[in-house]
Protein backbone atom coordinates (compact mmCIF):
# COMPACT_ATOMS: atom_id res chain seq x y z
CA UNK A 1 0.00 0.00 0.00
CA UNK A 2 1.04 3.62 -1.00
CA UNK A 3 1.73 6.23 1.25
CA UNK A 4 2.38 10.04 1.08
CA UNK A 5 4.19 12.34 2.96
CA UNK A 6 2.61 15.64 4.35
CA UNK A 7 4.86 18.59 4.08
CA UNK A 8 5.78 18.25 7.97
CA UNK A 9 5.85 14.32 7.71
CA UNK A 10 8.68 14.78 4.85
CA UNK A 11 10.50 17.20 7.86
CA UNK A 12 9.74 14.76 10.28
CA UNK A 13 11.62 12.18 8.39
CA UNK A 14 13.82 14.49 7.20
CA UNK A 15 14.56 15.58 10.87
CA UNK A 16 14.39 18.97 9.77
CA UNK A 17 12.57 21.15 12.68
CA UNK A 18 9.24 21.94 12.31
CA UNK A 19 8.44 25.21 12.81
CA UNK A 20 4.98 26.06 15.74
CA UNK A 21 3.02 27.37 13.19
CA UNK A 22 3.37 23.77 11.46
CA UNK A 23 2.89 21.44 14.09
CA UNK A 24 2.26 21.32 18.42
CA UNK A 25 1.96 25.41 18.28
CA UNK A 26 -0.11 26.85 20.62
CA UNK A 27 -4.04 27.81 19.11
CA UNK A 28 -4.93 31.19 20.29
CA UNK A 29 -7.87 33.10 19.68
CA UNK A 30 -8.15 37.06 18.57
CA UNK A 31 -11.08 37.80 20.38
CA UNK A 32 -12.90 41.04 20.35
CA UNK A 33 -16.24 42.98 20.62
CA UNK A 34 -17.66 46.31 19.17
CA UNK A 35 -18.45 48.99 22.03
CA UNK A 36 -21.97 48.78 23.23
CA UNK A 37 -22.77 52.34 21.77
CA UNK A 38 -21.33 53.28 18.30
CA UNK A 39 -22.42 55.09 15.08
CA UNK A 40 -23.78 53.39 11.60
CA UNK A 41 -21.34 52.81 9.58
CA UNK A 42 -21.50 53.26 5.81
CA UNK A 43 -20.61 50.64 3.32
CA UNK A 44 -16.45 50.51 3.13
CA UNK A 45 -16.21 51.63 6.68
CA UNK A 46 -13.36 49.11 8.29
CA UNK A 47 -13.35 47.81 12.16
CA UNK A 48 -9.97 47.32 13.16
CA UNK A 49 -10.33 43.76 15.35
CA UNK A 50 -6.68 43.26 16.52
CA UNK A 51 -3.35 42.10 15.77
CA UNK A 52 -1.97 38.87 15.22
CA UNK A 53 2.23 37.97 15.84
CA UNK A 54 4.51 37.40 12.48
CA UNK A 55 5.09 33.49 12.58
CA UNK A 56 1.31 32.41 13.01
CA UNK A 57 -0.94 30.26 10.90
CA UNK A 58 -5.03 31.66 10.40
CA UNK A 59 -7.01 28.83 11.10
CA UNK A 60 -10.40 27.88 9.17
CA UNK A 61 -12.32 28.26 12.59
CA UNK A 62 -12.92 32.12 12.47
CA UNK A 63 -16.27 33.27 13.50
CA UNK A 64 -18.72 36.40 13.95
CA UNK A 65 -21.29 35.89 16.77
CA UNK A 66 -24.21 39.27 15.67
CA UNK A 67 -27.52 40.40 16.86
CA UNK A 68 -29.49 41.75 14.26
CA UNK A 69 -28.97 44.16 11.92
CA UNK A 70 -29.51 45.93 8.80
CA UNK A 71 -31.45 43.37 5.85
CA UNK A 72 -28.30 42.17 3.53
CA UNK A 73 -25.62 43.47 5.72
CA UNK A 74 -22.47 41.62 5.22
CA UNK A 75 -18.94 42.45 5.94
CA UNK A 76 -15.67 40.95 4.97
CA UNK A 77 -12.36 39.95 7.13
CA UNK A 78 -8.86 41.09 5.96
CA UNK A 79 -5.40 41.61 6.71
CA UNK A 80 -2.72 44.46 6.22
CA UNK A 81 0.41 44.41 7.37
CA UNK A 82 0.76 46.83 10.82
CA UNK A 83 3.60 48.73 10.31
CA UNK A 84 2.79 50.15 6.67
CA UNK A 85 -1.09 49.56 6.37
CA UNK A 86 -0.16 47.82 2.76
CA UNK A 87 -3.36 45.52 2.86
CA UNK A 88 -2.44 41.75 2.04
CA UNK A 89 -6.18 40.84 1.69
CA UNK A 90 -9.31 42.35 2.24
CA UNK A 91 -11.27 39.22 2.34
CA UNK A 92 -7.74 36.49 3.33
CA UNK A 93 -10.15 35.45 6.00
CA UNK A 94 -13.69 36.01 5.43
CA UNK A 95 -15.86 37.19 2.42
CA UNK A 96 -19.79 38.20 2.70
CA UNK A 97 -20.02 37.30 6.79
CA UNK A 98 -23.97 37.61 6.65
CA UNK A 99 -24.66 39.84 10.29
CA UNK A 100 -28.23 40.58 8.93
CA UNK A 101 -29.46 37.96 11.05
CA UNK A 102 -28.53 37.22 14.46
CA UNK A 103 -26.40 34.07 15.41
CA UNK A 104 -22.77 32.93 15.13
CA UNK A 105 -21.54 32.69 11.73
CA UNK A 106 -18.68 30.87 10.65
CA UNK A 107 -15.92 33.14 8.75
CA UNK A 108 -13.91 31.01 6.94
CA UNK A 109 -14.61 31.90 3.31
CA UNK A 110 -11.29 33.76 2.68
CA UNK A 111 -9.03 33.02 0.29
CA UNK A 112 -6.09 32.14 2.70
CA UNK A 113 -7.97 29.47 4.28
CA UNK A 114 -10.39 27.91 1.67
CA UNK A 115 -9.79 25.25 -0.69
CA UNK A 116 -6.94 23.55 1.24
CA UNK A 117 -4.92 26.87 1.52
CA UNK A 118 -2.68 27.91 4.24
CA UNK A 119 -1.53 31.42 4.79
CA UNK A 120 1.50 32.39 7.39
CA UNK A 121 1.93 35.69 8.29
CA UNK A 122 5.66 37.08 7.95
CA UNK A 123 5.35 39.85 9.97
CA UNK A 124 2.68 41.52 12.30
CA UNK A 125 0.04 41.93 10.80
CA UNK A 126 -4.01 43.73 11.48
CA UNK A 127 -7.19 41.84 11.47
CA UNK A 128 -10.07 44.13 9.90
CA UNK A 129 -13.39 44.09 8.89
CA UNK A 130 -15.26 46.13 5.53
CA UNK A 131 -18.90 46.70 5.68
CA UNK A 132 -20.19 45.98 2.37
CA UNK A 133 -23.82 45.82 0.80
CA UNK A 134 -25.76 47.85 3.50
CA UNK A 135 -24.54 49.74 6.35
CA UNK A 136 -23.92 48.38 9.67
CA UNK A 137 -26.73 49.43 12.15
CA UNK A 138 -25.66 51.63 14.89
CA UNK A 139 -24.88 49.79 18.30
CA UNK A 140 -25.40 46.14 16.68
CA UNK A 141 -23.81 43.65 18.70
CA UNK A 142 -20.51 41.96 17.36
CA UNK A 143 -18.07 40.05 18.34
CA UNK A 144 -15.09 38.37 16.25
CA UNK A 145 -13.02 34.97 17.17
CA UNK A 146 -10.25 35.09 14.92
CA UNK A 147 -8.20 31.95 15.23
CA UNK A 148 -4.54 31.23 15.04
CA UNK A 149 -1.41 29.30 15.94
CA UNK A 150 2.14 30.49 16.44
CA UNK A 151 4.56 29.80 19.19
Not at 62 to 67: D, K, P, T
Request: charged share 15%; proline share 2%; aromatic share 6%.
Amino acid sequence: MAETNTTQGAKIIARTKLLPHESHGRQRVLAAKMPTAFAQMAINDTIFIGRIPANSRILADSVVSCGAGTATGTLDIGLRETATGTVLSATGIATGVDVAAAGVKFANSGAYVTGGAEFVTTVETDVYATVKTAVLAANQALKFEIYYVCD
